[in-house]
């Protein structure tokens, strides 16, 4: 069945980075736009951008361009979230999805994979 | 960017009650709006797209309704199983999503 797995939870130090991966199944990698969404505790959904994985193409939200980095590997369906830089306030959970174009939602989410920022 | 603004952001209700969350973007996104349930420690899942098309499988006590700036999502008959945070999204200009509305059982 149509799924994204996600990578398991880190534990990082402020300054580190932390690449976080979402592997698919079950359909086409490179149909379909993979977005990823941040959720801090307690609090709402954050979009943070998408990746196109056909071509490798990126669109980041505002407040996370230059502090992120998505990419792709299509020889393993793969998506990835880097994070530089860590901070504190980015203890959350991060979490991919598939964009469908006809309905134009997230239909399918990955698991969710929390990052914990702390000395 | 455009902005969702959810109300309440929160509600408690008996089962059985009918209960609507309401959803305003700051300019108009036609009908490129979504409603997603979210439960406690999991994913969120689609219910709702286009304003007001149910997602495969999901209950018919469910459904939205809007265009323009203005949506609702409604749950005919409140059930247990419904504990959840719902949120609300728009496709129509990059994505974003409103702030939840949490539903508790009483």
């Known amino acids: 069945q149509v799924q994204l797995a996600q990578s398991g939870a880190e534990m990082k130090k402020p300054g580190a980075s932390v690449k976080v991966s979402c592997k698919s199944s079950?359909?086409?990698?490179?149909?379909?736009?993979v977005h990823w969404v941040r959720q801090a505790p307690g609090q709402g959904l954050e979009w943070m951008g998408w990746i196109n994985p056909k071509s490798g193409g990126t669109k980041y939200a505002q407040k996370f361009q230059g502090g992120v980095t998505l990419s792709r590997d299509t020889s393993i369906n793969t998506a990835y979230l880097e994070i530089h830089s860590l901070k504190s306030d980015d203890t959350a959970v991060y979490f991919c999805?598939?964009?469908?174009?006809?309905?134009?939602?997230?239909?399918?989410w990955g698991q969710g994979t929390t990052v914990t920022v702390s000395s | 960017d455009i902005q969702m603004t959810q109300s309440p952001s929160s509600l408690s209700a008996s089962v059985g009650d009918r209960v609507t969350i309401t959803c305003r973007a700051s300019?108009?996104?036609?009908?490129?709006l979504n409603w997603y349930q979210q439960k406690p420690g999991k994913a969120p899942h689609i219910l709702i797209y286009?304003?007001?098309t149910l997602q495969s499988g999901v209950p018919s006590r469910f459904s939205g309704r809007g265009s323009g700036t203005d949506f609702t999502l409604t749950i005919s008959s409140l059930q247990p199983e419904d504990l959840a945070t719902y949120y609300c999204?728009?496709?129509?200009?990059?994505?974003?999503f409103g702030g939840g509305t949490k539903v508790e059982i009483k």
């Open positions: 286009h304003a007001s």
């Open positions: 999805a598939r964009f469908w174009f006809t309905g134009a939602n997230l239909d399918v």
């Open positions: 300019q108009s996104i036609s009908n490129y």
């Open positions: 079950g359909y086409t990698f490179t149909d379909y736009y």
């Open positions: 999204q728009q496709t129509y200009s990059i994505l974003s």
